[in-house]
């Protein structure tokens, strides 16, 4: 049976380890990621322009719109990879969940998109939201008043204090059961 309280375990350098581990490998994929799009998109364009006897001038112009957008994503991810990883470097927060927010948005007329928001009032008064993927593992086993604790920097931040039932990884955001020590799906160590 899991247990109620928070894991010492997350100030652990081989945890911290570990977790910059997990954040540099998901910034090794988007890095991968991105030039394959533009790659991609240069390569449909030029198909489009032939088939379609257009100037190659289109297709100049749209590779160098879809390069300036990947720039954008490039430098933006950039920089939060470097905020992350400062984070991981500061102490984890105590708190308590104040609100729990989820919307439905239509993306067309078959798929739905939910946004999760949890908000964490800490102890000292200040509030910290946590939004969409980083929420969305942790919204169906939390209700307002349990108790969290925040940690910054890591990829899915919210330690539930309740591990009766399951409790969810903080590297891959997946549940396990609340007595396991290792992660199913990831491998990583649990906060137990």
């Known amino acids: 049976m899991g247990t109620n309280g928070f894991s010492g375990k997350s100030v652990n350098e081989e945890f911290r380890a570990l977790m910059k581990k997990q954040v540099n490998k998901n ?6 990621a991105l030039p394959l799009v533009f790659v ?3 390569v449909v364009s030029a198909v489009v322009c032939k088939i379609n006897d257009t100037n190659i001038g289109v ?3 749209a590779d160098v719109i879809a390069l ?6 490039f430098i933006v991810n950039i920089i939060k990879y470097f905020k992350n990883l400062g984070k991981l470097k500061t102490g984890s927060i ?6 729990l927010d989820m919307t439905a948005a239509d993306l067309n007329s078959t798929r739905k998109r939910a946004y999760y928001k949890i908000v ?3 102890e000292d008064g200040k509030k910290i939201t946590v939004k969409n993927d980083k929420a969305a593992p942790f919204y169906r086993h939390l209700k307002k008043g349990d108790r969290v604790r ?3 920097g890591f990829v899915f931040p919210i ?3 309740d591990k009766s039932e399951v409790n969810v990884c903080v590297f891959c955001g997946k549940e396990n059961d609340a007595s396991v020590t290792e992660c199913r799906v990831c491998k990583n160590p649990m906060l137990i």
Do not use: N
């Not at 105590?94 to 609100?99: A, C, F, H, I, P």
């Open 120 to 122: 964490i009032g800490t």
């Open 27 to 32: 910034f090794k994929y988007l890095m991968i």
């Open 159 to 161: 330690e539930l204090y």
């Open 150 to 152: 925040y940690h910054p």
């Open 59 to 61: 297709s100049v112009a």
């Open 68 to 73: 300036i957008i990947i720039l954008v994503i």
């Open 40 to 42: 991609f998109v240069a």
């Open 94 to 99: 105590d708190g308590t969940v104040t609100k």
